[in-house]
């Protein structure tokens, strides 16, 4: 009778969780899916595949990534949002796309409230970039110079997402204005750069050192607070008359809201274990991206912390919904 009772109550209180009474041994028994907001080969993607390669045999599973690119990230946030908070299907994802881009954008059906940080992954800055070609600016002032004199316009690998707002948040500081030419992911972004589409673009170091180190991009400042080491001589945008502006994005994995503690424990732990791996430590590092190795806790306490500065910042930016 008593191990009758005490099935029955531990199966109702697994039950609430959102637990079969056999999770323990079984979760996960199946692939577990990462969505990303961007195209295949953009910054994110790479980071994604990477953290999928390392996690999965600390899951025992299959870890897959899936794209799912288009409005500044909103399509594939509001997949997994409205996901089964079951674990398997995960987003990664970073500041700009969940904290800013509901916020501009009048088709976002999903607040930052609706998802759940499981684990963090890593912080990275941006680069300001022109095309590498005759006549084009060789400092962060001769570009500015440029956008001073008349009519210029910059790309981004979308509305909302950290790349227009670096630009901005730039052009603000030097009291200037560009117009906004955004695409879906830094791929297309980049390429018109280099066409001459476009004057400048920010963007990831993920995604553009590759055309840096091929010539076709020309790096004339990094937004963080320090030199990278891949651009030794390129300076930050402190150094180049913006002392103390600096532009990071933190970004990790997300799940719809409601996943059971369980489960998101064991999601974090596998992430945790294989940023101690050196192969994923090295190829972090090759992408000019640090590892995050931070408590859940203090990843969820900073992007409440940045959803309130981001939320400032669109407005001293003037940056409204549909801009």
């Avoid at 609706?114 to 600016?137: E, I, Y």
């Avoid at 948040?169 to 791929?187: C, D, E, F, I």
């Amino acid at each position: 009778m008593y191990r009758t009772v005490l099935r029955l109550v531990l199966g109702i209180f697994l039950s609430a969780a959102g637990l079969s009474p056999a999770f323990s041994a079984s979760w996960p028994d199946r692939p577990v899916k990462i969505v990303v907001t961007q195209g295949s080969g953009s910054g994110s993607d790479i980071m994604a595949r990477l953290i999928a390669q390392y996690m999965g045999p600390e899951l025992g599973q299959s870890v897959i990534v899936e794209n799912r690119p288009g409005a500044s990230g909103i399509i594939g946030d509001e997949y997994v949002a409205h996901s089964k908070s079951d674990g398997y299907t995960l987003l990664f994802s970073s500041t700009a796309p969940l904290l800013v881009a509901p916020l501009m954008l009048p088709d976002a059906k999903f607040r930052y409230s609706d998802l759940m940080p499981v684990a963090p992954v890593m912080r990275a800055q941006f680069v300001v970039l022109v095309a590498n070609k005759p006549g084009a600016p060789k400092t962060l002032a001769e570009l500015l110079d440029k956008v001073r004199a008349g009519k210029t316009a910059y790309s981004s690998a979308g509305l909302g997402t950290m790349t227009h707002l670096a630009s901005e948040l730039l052009l603000k500081k030097a009291g200037l204005s560009a117009t906004h030419v955004p695409y879906k992911g830094s791929g297309q972004s980049l390429s018109d750069l280099i066409g001459g589409q476009v004057l400048f673009s920010s963007d990831s170091l993920t995604a553009s050192m590759p055309l840096i180190k091929s010539g076709r991009l020309r790096a004339l400042a990094v937004t963080g607070p320090k030199r990278s080491p891949s651009l030794p001589d390129v300076p930050t945008l402190s150094e180049s008359g913006f002392p103390g502006l600096s532009i990071s994005t933190i970004g990790g994995l997300f799940g719809p809201k409601g996943i059971p503690a369980p489960i998101a424990g064991r999601i974090y732990a596998a992430v945790a274990q294989a940023q101690k791996n050196p192969a994923m430590i090295a190829s972090f590092a090759k992408l000019d991206t640090d590892v995050l190795a931070i408590s859940n806790e203090q990843f969820a306490a900073d992007f409440r912390h940045d959803a309130v500065s981001w939320g400032q910042l669109l407005t001293q930016l003037h940056l409204k919904k549909g801009q």
